[in-house]
């Protein structure tokens, strides 16, 4: 069971990996847009001192055909290194370049996943990662935890060493029945992962602990 954080905030980054068993960081050009770094690649280097090389860190081609989207992810892993993911939408051309990619034994992301044919497509192309979009999913009708149930069945029966990392929240309940219906990884803002400790009755336990305790002991 894997915690990632969806956000390039250095100081939002440092307080999560400091607070939250936190394994990665994922992007995309709109989590980029929220913080517009100057020096994109200074950035994502400054990203990688805070987390160090035992967490993922999962970076976004913006390209759209295969060639171009192959050539981002080379001049990706030269500027900051080897260990990033490389984040690949599943279209058709996104398909032939994460096969082309996982010829070069680099790791991928495969993101922007919609529908289970195309999550299959990306499990036989060699991902790394499956990203399905949870929330965004359901919104379209569509139930995006009989995609993830499905999924990590044709993972465990067919043997495949790839990971469902379920996106797209728009609370907490959506996460957790992501991880009960089979993905290994979710990828969310860091205050939707806050939202968990935002319970009142977590806050009167431990006042109620430490009025008995003071109580007795002063």
């Known amino acids: 069971m894997e915690f990632i954080i969806d956000t390039v905030d ?3 980054i440092k307080e999560a990996v400091a ?15 929220k913080t517009s770094p100057e020096d994109f690649f200074a950035h994502m280097r400054a990203i990688r001192d805070i987390i160090g090389k ?7 081609v913006i390209s759209k055909d295969c060639q171009s989207m192959v050539k981002e992810a080379h001049r990706i892993l030269e ?24 010829e070069e034994n ?20 060699g991902a790394d990662y499956i990203a399905p979009y949870v929330n965004r999913i359901g919104n379209l009708g569509a139930d995006p935890m009989e ?12 043997g495949y060493d790839t990971k469902i990392v379920a996106a797209s929240f728009k609370g907490v ?6 991880f009960n219906y089979g993905a290994q990884s979710i990828t969310a803002p860091v205050e939707i992962l806050k939202q968990i400790f935002k319970n009142p009755s977590i806050e009167k336990a431990v006042d109620d602990f430490n009025a008995d305790w003071y109580s007795m002991y002063g």
Do not use: F, W
């Open 173 to 178: 309940q959506q996460i957790r029945e992501a």
């Open 19 to 33: 607070y939250m068993p936190i394994v990665g960081v994922t992007s995309n050009p709109s989590i980029v847009k």
């Open 79 to 102: 500027e900051i290194d080897r260990q990033v993911y490389i984040k690949v939408p599943v279209s058709y051309e996104g398909i032939k370049a994460i096969k082309m990619l996982k």
């Open 106 to 125: 680099i790791h991928v992301t495969a993101t922007a996943v919609y529908d289970l044919m195309q999550a299959y497509m990306a499990l036989a192309a």
């Open 54 to 60: 035992d967490r993922s860190l999962h970076i976004q």
């Open 10 to 12: 250095l100081e939002e």
């Open 147 to 158: 995609l993830i149930n499905e999924l990590s069945n044709r993972i465990v029966m067919d």
